[in-house]
């Protein structure tokens, strides 16, 4: 009789426990629940108004920012995690314009006339160096995709020396449908062309030249025209080897490149598809003068913690990012040129304000520290996490988790998440469980081969060896079919994606944003309070950087 009340206790404790908690205790299930879409809205409406004019990074409207999100973290009892116990942390960049006009850009064959190119029209080229005017002269050397993946046995450079050489090639990586080969369809990072540019500059080469077929980017050449044409910005305190000329061509300019050194352009597209494709010298030279504005500015991560309760975990942490630039105010252009960046990315802010808020006022802390990072020049190119993943305020390799949000669109409440990358690191099945107990199904990847997971600042913490992915919402709405969810995010693609209309509007439904801001809660609370920091499953591409900076622990 005892027993069988022992046992009927315990079951209904059991079941008590069950509903109510997520696996969380009450005081992390209260601060989760006070998570607020209204108080999402309100960051939103605050980030976006034209007085912010755009969040520019190195403008006036992104220090607005910065200023009134730190204050934010104060208000809600956040201790400062940057520099000399600020919540900033000073990022100095160097932002770099190509002189279009000075600028000049000729292919010399062994025979035949020279072909002068056209900025814009036929090429783009930026100076990594920063240095006002480089000069090349120098072979032109075809390497293939470029790329050098010991763990897929492929390396188009086969040790040539390239040294102060120029390097013509392809962007993405050899096609496969096999998974084991440069992940199948899906876009690794050697496909990207950071990669490309970074892999190049190691190998002291003077300059990148990349084919663009619009089939191979995943985006067409007014994309690659107009990322390049503007300004470009870098890391002042970088170390690493950097290209006189990091640049593209049209693929019509690459044909007949191609044909002045008397080759085929699809032949040699067709020979770099295989193992044994080995390093060309064309018979043309390089000359070009490349001459840049080169400014300094700088800008600021701002960083908040909330220290955890557990003398030893506390000092490891569980990290949460959005960035709070967009691309500012454009004065040239007419009429609203204000890129208010209310869905990209005041959202992600809002919704980092409210993990912050609900984390520094629930009774109990969890075991690890929570850090929350809004960064900035993430728009020129994951910048500010870069920053941060080098420079973080606890070691990257105490950092059991980076979750951040990009562009969490106020579309109402969602039935599926989105944490692309998670399958790849050891927390999915805490994510896996976490999802269930809200009711959301796991949306896989739709285009793996756009290599998404490269575009976004969770890739800046991964590089470091953090495990991070993106939270965001699937396309599955309540109350409405896929396809309205599919047609919204078409919409906004086409219509307000980086362009001045994506403004603040009162109908925006903030619900999802407060749902995925709750997913993000109650994922990171429980990851703060496992007895294993989380890793990334055996073989994947940045278990390298955790091991390295693990290593360097003594762990
Ligand atoms: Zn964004």
Same mark, same amino acid.
């Given at each position: 009789?005892?027993?069988?009340?022992?046992?009927?206790?315990?079951?209904?404790?059991?079941?008590?426990?069950?509903?109510?908690?997520?696996?969380? /205790?009450?005081?992390?299930?209260?601060?989760?629940?006070?998570?607020?879409?209204?108080?999402?809205?309100?960051?939103?409406?605050?980030?976006?108004?034209?007085?912010?004019?755009?969040?520019?990074?190195?403008?006036?409207? &992104?220090?607005?920012?910065?200023? @009134?999100?730190?204050?934010?973290?104060?208000?809600?009892?956040?201790?400062?995690?940057?520099?000399?116990?600020?919540?900033f942390?000073?990022?100095? *960049?160097? %932002?770099?314009?190509?002189?279009?006009?000075?600028?000049? *850009?000729?292919f010399v064959?062994?025979?035949?006339?020279?072909?002068?190119l056209k900025?814009?029209?036929?090429?783009?080229?930026?100076d990594?160096?920063?240095?006002? !005017?480089?000069?090349?002269d120098?072979?032109?050397?075809?390497?293939?995709y470029?790329?050098?993946? /010991?763990?897929?046995?492929?390396?188009?450079?086969?040790?040539?020396?390239?040294?102060?050489? +120029?390097?013509?090639?392809?962007?993405?990586?050899?096609?496969?449908?096999?998974?084991n080969?440069?992940?199948?369809?899906?876009?690794?990072?050697?496909?990207? @062309?950071?990669?490309?540019?970074?892999e190049?500059?190691?190998?002291g080469?003077?300059?990148v030249?990349?084919?663009?077929?619009?089939?191979?980017?995943?985006?067409?050449?007014?994309?690659?025209?107009?990322? @390049?044409g503007?300004?470009?910005? =870098?890391?002042? #305190?970088?170390?690493?080897?950097k290209?006189?000329?990091?640049g593209?061509?049209?693929? #019509?300019?690459?044909?007949?490149?191609?044909?002045?050194?008397?080759?085929?352009?699809?032949?040699?597209?067709?020979?770099?598809?295989?193992?044994? *494709?080995?390093?060309?010298?064309?018979?043309v030279? +390089?000359?070009?003068?490349?001459?840049?504005?080169?400014?300094? =500015?700088?800008?600021?991560?701002?960083? &908040?913690?909330?220290?955890g309760?557990?003398?030893?975990?506390?000092?490891?942490?569980?990290?949460?990012?959005?960035?709070y630039?967009?691309?500012?105010?454009?004065?040239?252009?007419?009429?609203?040129?204000?890129?208010?960046?209310?869905?990209?990315?005041?959202?992600?802010?809002?919704?980092?304000?409210?993990?912050?808020?609900?984390?520094?006022?629930?009774?109990?802390?969890?075991?690890?520290?929570?850090?929350?990072?809004a960064?900035?020049?993430?728009?020129?190119?994951?910048?500010?996490?870069?920053?941060?993943?080098?420079?973080?305020?606890?070691?990257?390799?105490?950092?059991?988790?980076?979750?951040?949000?990009?562009?969490?669109?106020?579309? %109402?409440?969602?039935q599926?998440?989105?944490?692309?990358g998670a399958?790849?690191?050891?927390?999915? /099945?805490?994510?896996?469980? +976490?999802a269930k107990?809200?009711?959301?199904?796991?949306q896989?990847?739709?285009?793996?081969?756009? &290599?998404?997971?490269?575009?976004?600042?969770h890739?800046?913490?991964?590089?470091?060896?953090?495990?991070s992915?993106?939270?965001?919402?699937?396309?599955?709405?309540?109350?409405?079919?896929?396809?309205?969810?599919?047609n919204?995010e078409k919409?906004?693609?086409?219509?307000?994606?980086? !362009?001045?209309?994506?403004?603040y509007?009162p109908e925006?439904? *903030?619900t999802?944003?407060?749902?995925?801001?709750? =997913?993000?809660?109650?994922?990171?609370?429980?990851?703060?309070?496992?007895?294993?920091?989380a %890793? @990334?499953?055996?073989?994947?591409?940045?278990e390298?950087?955790?091991?390295n900076?693990?290593?360097?622990? &003594?762990?």
């Amino acid at each position: 009789m005892k027993k069988l009340t022992a046992i009927l206790f315990l079951t209904v404790v059991g079941l008590v426990v069950a509903q109510n908690n997520n696996g969380l /205790p009450a005081s992390a299930q209260q601060a989760m629940n006070s998570i607020d879409p209204e108080k999402i809205r309100a960051t939103v409406k605050y980030l976006s108004d034209d007085s912010l004019q755009g969040r520019g990074t190195g403008q006036k409207g &992104g220090d607005m920012a910065a200023d @009134w999100i730190a204050q934010q973290f104060k208000s809600y009892g956040l201790q400062p995690a940057g520099d000399n116990n600020s919540f900033f942390q000073n990022v100095k *960049f160097y %932002g770099i314009r190509t002189d279009q006009q000075k600028t000049q *850009f000729v292919f010399v064959p062994k025979s035949g006339a020279p072909i002068n190119l056209k900025f814009a029209q036929d090429y783009v080229a930026t100076d990594e160096t920063h240095s006002p !005017q480089s000069q090349i002269d120098a072979p032109l050397v075809y390497v293939g995709y470029g790329i050098n993946a /010991p763990e897929y046995k492929w390396d188009d450079y086969k040790g040539a020396d390239l040294k102060g050489k +120029v390097l013509l090639m392809l962007v993405n990586e050899p096609p496969s449908d096999d998974p084991n080969f440069f992940k199948g369809k899906a876009l690794t990072y050697y496909g990207r @062309w950071t990669y490309k540019y970074e892999e190049a500059a190691r190998r002291g080469a003077a300059g990148v030249i990349l084919i663009h077929k619009t089939e191979m980017a995943s985006y067409g050449w007014e994309v690659v025209r107009n990322s @390049w044409g503007g300004e470009s910005s =870098f890391l002042q #305190e970088e170390k690493e080897p950097k290209l006189k000329s990091a640049g593209w061509i049209q693929l #019509e300019v690459a044909r007949k490149l191609a044909q002045a050194a008397g080759m085929d352009l699809d032949t040699m597209m067709k020979d770099a598809t295989s193992r044994n *494709f080995k390093p060309v010298e064309l018979p043309v030279r +390089v000359k070009a003068t490349i001459v840049s504005n080169v400014r300094s =500015f700088s800008s600021r991560n701002v960083i &908040g913690k909330v220290v955890g309760s557990d003398p030893k975990l506390r000092d490891q942490a569980v990290l949460y990012t959005a960035h709070y630039d967009h691309l500012g105010i454009h004065p040239d252009e007419p009429g609203d040129n204000i890129y208010n960046g209310a869905a990209d990315n005041a959202t992600g802010c809002g919704i980092v304000l409210e993990l912050a808020r609900a984390f520094a006022g629930a009774a109990q802390k969890p075991k690890r520290t929570v850090l929350l990072a809004a960064v900035t020049a993430e728009e020129q190119g994951l910048l500010g996490s870069k920053y941060l993943g080098q420079h973080p305020p606890i070691p990257a390799r105490n950092i059991s988790l980076d979750l951040n949000y990009d562009d969490v669109q106020p579309l %109402g409440e969602p039935q599926q998440v989105v944490v692309s990358g998670a399958e790849r690191t050891t927390t999915y /099945p805490l994510v896996r469980k +976490v999802a269930k107990d809200f009711e959301l199904s796991i949306q896989p990847d739709d285009r793996p081969e756009a &290599g998404h997971y490269y575009r976004s600042d969770h890739f800046s913490l991964a590089r470091v060896g953090i495990p991070s992915f993106s939270v965001n919402e699937g396309a599955l709405f309540k109350g409405h079919d896929l396809a309205w969810g599919e047609n919204k995010e078409k919409d906004y693609v086409a219509n307000r994606y980086h !362009q001045p209309s994506d403004e603040y509007r009162p109908e925006m439904d *903030f619900t999802g944003d407060a749902t995925v801001a709750r =997913f993000g809660f109650a994922l990171g609370w429980q990851a703060a309070e496992q007895p294993q920091l989380a %890793g @990334w499953q055996p073989g994947d591409e940045f278990e390298k950087a955790r091991k390295n900076s693990r290593a360097k622990s &003594g762990f």
